[in-house]
Nanobody, 125 residues
């Protein structure tokens, strides 16, 4: 059983930057691809990006590619999401998740079996 706890959300102006982190415990962190998702009020949970188990590869949604960067530290059991050039439409609760199903698309929330509680990111215009 893996426990995930996000931190670092907050309020930032458009064009600014924010870094959110996710700390894992209770499992072998390096066994899992780690994804980030977000959910805005009234909308479905949306894939943001994912980093491979080794940290050697990343994949991002088109809406954040070039602005967001995911990194991980397997020695510290952490994964970070660095968000630059933030826009009001990036406002959402951000979740980290550990991928447990590798038979389907990495962008599907259903392929992630462990989730954090989320952290709010608000971008003001």
């Amino acid at each position: 059983q893996v426990q995930l706890v996000e931190s670092g959300g907050g309020l930032v102006q458009a064009g600014g930057s924010l870094r959110v982190s996710c700390a894992a415990s209770g499992g072998t962190f390096s066994n899992y691809d780690m994804g980030w998702f977000r959910q805005a009020p009234g909308k479905e949970r949306e894939f943001v990006g994912v980093i491979s188990r080794s940290g050697g590869s990343t994949y991002y949604a088109a809406s954040v590619k070039g602005r967001f960067t995911i990194s991980r530290d397997n020695a510290k059991n952490t994964v970070d999401l660095q968000m630059n050039s933030l826009k009001p439409e990036d406002t959402a609760v951000y979740y980290c998740a550990a991928r447990t199903d590798y038979s389907r698309s990495r962008s599907l929330p259903a392929t992630y079996g462990y989730w954090g509680q989320g952290t709010q990111v608000t971008v003001s215009s």
